[in-house]
T-cell receptor, first 111, second 118 residues
Framework: GDSVTQMEGPVTLSEEAFLTINCTYTATGYPSLFWYVQYPGEGLQLLLKATKADDKGSNKGFEATYRKETTSFHLEKGSVQVSDSAVYFCALKAGGFKTIFGAGTRLFVKA | GAVVSQHPSRVICKSGTSVKIECRSLDFQATTMFWYRQFPKQSLMLMATSNEGSKATYEQGVEKDKFLINHASLTLSTLTVTSAHPEDSSFYIC??????????????FGPGTRLTVL
């Protein structure tokens, strides 16, 4: 069945460091891909998405490119801030309403 | 953006009791609501999908009689954990989608409810 695998955390970085959180997926057909972020004590928020191959989603300095050939959707940010500390979830939707989530990666950014 | 609330945020109950969790869409009408369960350091697992006025569709392995879902209006869905046991302790998250406004089926998530069964 459809699945999402993302790198285990926690990831600890210093402020202004480069961030990559890897995400790969398995799906039939052509899924839409998402990154959600969960800040402490809050619900999940959509960070960015891409709906077809080679699309690049971007928001708040974060980017991810839909790579069909490698079935990947890695999240990147050039310079992280303390306020980026959160849990990040990679997800896919392959049709209908069902969204499948990765396990989540916790990011800690130190000042 | 669209806001989804959950109540309560935390609940502790004794084994054998029932617990009701509410999920509300505050500023939009939710055509579909979803209930997820999240174990520590694990994914969100979809439990069921509910549409207003109809029976919920449960995922394989989820006990319908254990986890009662009611979606009586376009702004409210409830999850009742009946005869709760310690293994039901978990983080329960709801989400809602509003096709009519955004047309993108974007899901808006509640902040979650931490259930602890003693």
């Amino acid at each position: 069945g459809d699945s999402v695998t993302q790198m285990e955390g926690p990831v600890t970085l210093s402020e202004e460091a480069f961030l990559t959180i890897n995400c790969t997926y398995t799906a039939t057909g052509y899924p839409s891909l998402f990154w959600y972020v969960q800040y402490p004590g809050e619900g999940l928020q959509l960070l960015l998405k891409a709906t077809k191959a080679d699309d690049k989603g971007s928001n708040k300095g974060f980017e991810a490119t839909y790579r069909k050939e490698t079935t990947s959707f890695h999240l990147e940010k050039g310079s992280v801030q303390v306020s980026d500390s959160a849990v990040y979830f990679c997800a896919l939707k392959a049709g209908g309403f069902k969204t499948i989530f990765g396990a989540g990666t916790r990011l800690f950014v130190k000042a | 953006g669209a806001v989804v609330s959950q109540h309560p945020s935390r609940v502790i109950c004794k084994s054998g009791t029932s617990v009701k969790i509410e999920c509300r869409s505050l500023d939009f009408q939710a055509t579909t609501m979803f209930w997820y369960r999240q174990f520590p350091k694990q994914s969100l697992m979809l439990m069921a999908t509910s549409n207003e006025g109809s029976k919920a569709t449960y995922e394989q392995g989820v006990e319908k009689d254990k986890f009662l879902i009611n979606h009586a209006s376009l702004t409210l869905s409830t999850l009742t954990v009946t005869s709760a046991h310690p293994e039901d302790s978990s983080f329960y998250i709801c989400s809602a989608t509003n096709d009519g406004v955004t047309g993108t089926n974007e899901q808006f998530f509640g902040p979650g409810t931490r259930l602890t069964v003693l």
